[in-house]
């Protein structure tokens, strides 16, 4: 049953935040009647709600509450938010911290910046490793096998930006190991910039992502370069809480090369050729 849960739950995402119950019984690939059961028995427990009107299933508010709960009581959380709460400030956009868990990334906090316009985060959300910064620094210094394992022989296509030949890729995480920080270029959403840098451990693993996320009418070549900086130092800052040791040292102004816009599968875009 457990395991069901799991399987029903993991189907929903800030891009499909309602199901209806046949959609769910083919991606499940089981009998209709079994799936009606489960939700129905789901839905009871709170675990899902269900829309009446619409027909849908969506996320259950016991999730919540029990995403609030373990959000407190994380011990990661607990000692990286007053850093992202620097972030938030000095970057004055919002900041997230994301961990991997498996073969999945997760946005595990956010901090939300006083900015008319904001790019909202999803706490519980899977950022792509591929496509957005958190996902791109989880993955950047990993083995190379263990990195092609985790993206797969196929990388999805969220916008005309994402990076969808793994060569290239490949190309952009070293760019990630030498620099420090990763970049996204509206290649999840169009239109929003990531930056993010690593938090290491004790043992020299990158436990975390600490990001920012912002719409790309701040993201010039200028105010990239001022962003930098500060997100280098929100990582270190979080690599000291935790006592840990960095795998590589870089200067957070260095500077990155960035393959072209046509390498990338996008139509040119002056935005995504300066240099950071």
Known sequence: MLATLNAVLALFSDRTPELAALDIAERLGRPR????????????AGFLDYDERSGRYRLGIRLAALG????QSSTLQRA??????RLARDSGECATLVVRSGAVAT????VYAPQPLVVPGVLGGHPPFHASAGG??????????ERRALLGKTLSRYTPATITDLPTLMEQLDDVRRSGVAIARGEWYADVYGMGAPVWDHTGTAVAAITIGFPS???????????RPIVARAGAEGTAVLGGVPQRVVPPDAPVTTASPARHGAAPDRRRRVRD
């Open 33 to 44: 009647s079994s799936v009606y059961r489960l939700l129905r028995t789901f839905e009871q």
């Open 68 to 71: 609030a709960l373990a959000q």
């Open 80 to 85: 990286l938010h007053p850093v992202l709460i």
């Open 107 to 110: 946005t595990v906090d956010i």
């Open 136 to 145: 791109k620094i989880l993955t950047a210094w990993l083995a190379e096998g």
């Open 217 to 227: 009418v701040r993201a010039g070549a200028a105010q990239q370069r001022t962003l």
